[in-house]
């Protein structure tokens, strides 16, 4: 837990120094506000549940959704760019796994109103430093546009839902499948080869270079100089990026950690139109959403966790009438910040020490009645078990100094 | 959200500062788990549903019980004490009014694994200091002990359902129904006289004196020293503080904030037995629960929202041209930890400094090709309305400064 919070500060901070603000949203909706945004489908994968009022409820499967409510409701005449984000925790009815969890938590933020290079390399670069925040080092970023394969397949595939099976296969990197559609179908193999080249289309920014002229590549190209501005100049291209939701417009990206393997990919996010299927009027957005379970997970996997302990000081009473004093020395301790305990257990001299020990308290301070008497206490690391007798009133000090 | 998260990292901050460490659990777990606690009745007050498996699960009404599963399945053989807290969400079924919503925030603690004044005065010092860092003014604390009415009615009323209702009854200070109801059984008026002047024991620690010597009362008595101990000098005494719940066993304290009326207490503890009832061995606990939602309405009572803004400086490019210095510099100024934006809209001069304003950024820097050439930047006082150029090696620097 100190590990995540941390983390989460961090993150935070980075959404903070970006001019986002954070935004609430309640745990559960209707179950409409889901399907409308992800589709039917998503039904099978929730938490729904009607409540007393008979109302068909659901518990979050994400939280883009209800941000999106929120502002259609209750911000839509607030100054453009907004820009919000969240952190939550979401829930998805599927057979739990490594990094796949029932229960799971998302940071995530939006920049409402805005559509252009600039905004979404201001939400990737978010992204970026919000996964740089958490001390994670090995992880990959790769951007892309929808529109390039997007605009290829329905230019090219008249039947729209045949277009829409084309472009979920491509997402799934099922090629084999979208071969034997197109024989089944007749579509020329030449086609194939074009979708195939694009989608396999991966690489620095060089290879933005190769691509054809179109509105869509360009548009990428500006979002490679943007990020450049912003200092982040790692990220790859990666054209095969579609996702089979339909309400994403233009960029797209997602980061990996790849030390995580099959269920590497620890961000998800991009350009998007919501608000007109909630009401509101038609506005573009862009933005992103951090599984903050895989990133803790690829942190551990990075470096194991550090030793943490509780308690700075521990404080024991040598003897029963040395106990009020004890408490109102952890009193002080805490007051001047320092995490402090005392033994609430009446133990022995000896077991209070091996309580100390147990909970990796760094100093122990033993109230006998000999040093009270001269206004001292003794000081034992309980590391090197060196001791010392030091004056009352210097303790806060000296713990503050030596931690 | 800016200031709820100040107040909760505020408490997060005193519970460490004591050695509790923070513990999460599930959203929603078996109903059971809450009507073991709570009794049957909490069932019409819960958030109930049968998932896919067909279990009866439930969102969590409270979080205390989670924490005691969770101490019995996988925490009962760490050493004792243990110090655990939680800030999370919790649901109930009822009717939304103002300090009592659907879905509303508890910030708790348990010390769990030992029975003594010593633990009950450290968990009510941790609960007044939870308080006192949400910068709440003006709270009640009213400690009193459970065991003084209980065995009072428990020894005189044989019928045990009898007594459990008087208990409740007292818990409402419903006392016309105790009267009817010891009229209707020809229960001596005696008893009544004897209960209510308990009950309506209250006042400053001097009340104590007047207490009848036995087991609680003494207990109550060393409480109130040790509360002393903690530097904590102002908790009322309260004997009327009964609480429906029967896993109560001695102390219970609560706090009220007077300003929030007919919904005044943010806080509910004492100490208690629950493991037991989750399958694991008996352990004495003592806890409490804050409500967040409750604190900040009486913040905000107390003392209305501040002015906040989400920005520190807004970059303005002068012409297009001058757009990618300014996304650089925005950048730059977000990495020195300055909360930096930028426009991301190609407004105009104008536009620009009417949406700075909106958004109340404190300063607005421009970034003019002229100034530019020179290495220079115009800084704008938003409130003031000054301007003066400045380099920009220096902008990071004296922005931090000014702030």
Do not use: W
């Amino acid at each position: 837990m100190h590990r995540r919070r941390t983390v989460e500060q961090a993150m935070r901070a980075a959404c903070a120094r970006a001019g986002f603000g954070e935004v609430m949203t309640p745990t559960f909706e209707h179950a409409d506000l889901f399907t409308l945004r992800s589709g039917q489908a998503v039904i099978d994968e929730m938490y729904a549940f009607r409540d007393k009022g008979d109302r068909e409820m659901a518990l979050r499967p994400e939280i883009t959704a209800s941000v999106i409510r929120f502002y259609v409701n209750e911000m839509s005449n607030l100054p453009k760019p907004l820009k919000l984000y969240y952190l939550g925790n979401c829930f998805r009815y599927e057979n739990p796994q490594s990094g796949r969890f029932r229960e799971f938590f998302q940071l995530g933020a939006e920049l409402i109103g805005s559509k252009n290079p600039e905004s979404d390399a201001e939400i990737i670069a978010l992204a970026v430093n919000c996964v740089k925040a958490s001390g994670l080092k090995d992880y990959v970023v790769r951007v892309g546009h929808i529109g390039i394969l997007k605009s290829l397949v329905q230019a090219e595939i008249d039947d729209k839902k045949a277009a829409a099976e084309v472009l979920r296969m491509i997402d799934k990197e099922d090629f084999d499948a979208i071969g034997d559609m197109f024989d089944a179908r007749a579509i020329p193999r030449k086609l194939f080869d074009r979708i195939l080249a694009i989608a396999e289309t991966r690489g620095g920014s060089e290879v933005l270079e190769r691509l054809d002229k179109s509105e869509a590549s360009d548009y990428l190209r500006e979002i490679f100089v943007n990020l450049k501005l912003h200092g982040i100049d790692d990220c790859q291209v990666d054209l095969g990026i579609v996702r089979g939701l339909d309400y994403y417009t233009g960029m797209v990206f997602e980061i990996d950690a790849p030390c995580l393997g099959a269920e590497k990919q620890i961000m998800g996010g991009g350009s998007y139109t919501l608000s007109e299927l909630f009401g509101g009027e038609p506005v573009f957005s862009t933005g992103f959403a951090i599984g903050i379970d895989r990133v803790m997970l690829a942190l551990f996997k990075e470096q194991p966790e550090d030793e943490y302990s509780l308690v700075d000081a521990y404080v024991i009473p040598a003897k029963d009438d040395m106990r009020e004093h004890a408490i109102s020395m952890v009193a002080g301790l805490r007051s001047a910040g320092i995490r402090a305990d005392v033994d609430l257990m009446r133990r022995s001299m000896s077991k209070n020490l091996k309580y100390a020990s147990a909970i990796g308290a760094r100093y122990a301070i033993i109230v006998g009645s000999k040093e009270m008497a001269e206004q001292s206490v003794t000081l034992r690391d309980m590391l090197s078990g060196d001791q010392r007798i030091i004056a009352i009133e210097q303790i806060s000090e000296e713990i503050t100094k030596l931690l």
